[in-house]
């Protein structure tokens, strides 16, 4: 058994938890986290192995996505909109994999994927889980009547959270204009 982990909580409205990237806690979300706060709830704390109230180190991803999900539910804010910055990226990852009742959309800020040379079995056991979920999804789903049916998961997490959102071949989401699309002339 694991100790529960302590979360700070601001704002009102649509619960969206902030996981926080290797060795930060709930302070290192600063200015994003107070702009948040004004349009949604909040919800930071410190991951395992890097927080004063649980210092033993998560064995792996699975524990990190456990207490997320331990947070929310004792939060009541299942699902929720779930941003996760670099390793808090990957644990938010999990917590989708692991739990996908739990997550309604996942916005991930520079994701720390990059470790492929440390690839674990965990890791790879919920790579192929999340293939086998999607795989599920697009079976069961009724097929699009257009490709403009509506907006993306990306467009209506990043709109959700008071970001502009546009679409051309992937989804871009930014808090400040995005660029025209009208292409600049040739010189």
Same mark, same amino acid.
């Given at each position: 058994?694991?100790?529960?982990?302590?979360?700070?909580?601001?704002?009102?409205?649509?619960?969206?938890?902030?996981?926080?990237?290797?060795?930060?806690?709930?302070?290192?979300?600063?200015?994003?986290?107070?702009?948040?706060?004004?349009?949604?709830?909040?919800?930071?704390?410190?991951?395992?192995?890097?927080?004063?109230?649980?210092?033993?180190?998560?064995?792996?991803?699975?524990?990190?996505?456990?207490?997320?999900?331990?947070?929310?539910?004792?939060?009541?804010?299942?699902?929720?909109?779930?941003?996760?910055?670099?390793?808090?990226? @990957? =644990?938010? +990852?999990?917590? *989708? #994999?692991?739990? !996908?009742?739990?997550?309604?959309?996942?916005?991930?800020?520079? $994701?720390?994927?990059?470790?492929?040379?440390?690839?674990?079995?965990?890791?790879?056991?919920?790579?192929?889980?999340?293939? @086998? =979920?999607? +795989?599920?999804? *697009? #079976?069961?789903? !009724?097929?699009?009547?257009?490709?403009?049916?509506?907006?993306? $998961?990306?467009?209506?997490?990043?709109?959700?959270?008071?970001?502009?959102?546009?679409?051309?071949?992937?989804?871009?989401?930014?808090?400040?204009?995005?660029?025209?699309?009208?292409?600049?002339?040739?010189?």
């Amino acid at each position: 058994m694991h100790t529960e982990l302590p979360y700070e909580e601001r704002g009102s409205g649509e619960p969206v938890p902030l996981v926080p990237g290797t060795a930060f806690g709930p302070a290192s979300w600063g200015e994003f986290g107070e702009l948040l706060a004004r349009r949604r709830r909040a919800i930071a704390y410190g991951r395992r192995g890097f927080s004063g109230a649980a210092p033993e180190e998560a064995e792996d991803m699975r524990v990190h996505a456990e207490d997320a999900r331990s947070i929310l539910e004792r939060a009541q804010a299942l699902p929720a909109e779930v941003v996760g910055w670099s390793g808090g990226g @990957l =644990a938010a +990852l999990a917590l *989708a #994999v692991e739990n !996908p009742t739990a997550v309604r959309s996942l916005l991930l800020i520079e $994701p720390s994927v990059h470790g492929m040379w440390a690839i674990t079995a965990s890791a790879i056991w919920m790579t192929i889980r999340a293939q @086998l =979920a999607k +795989l599920r999804v *697009a #079976v069961s789903a !009724p097929p699009p009547t257009s490709p403009t049916a509506g907006p993306s $998961p990306m467009t209506a997490s990043g709109r959700a959270l008071g970001m502009r959102c546009r679409r051309s071949g992937a989804t871009v989401c930014s808090t400040t204009p995005l660029p025209s699309r009208r292409s600049s002339p040739t010189r």
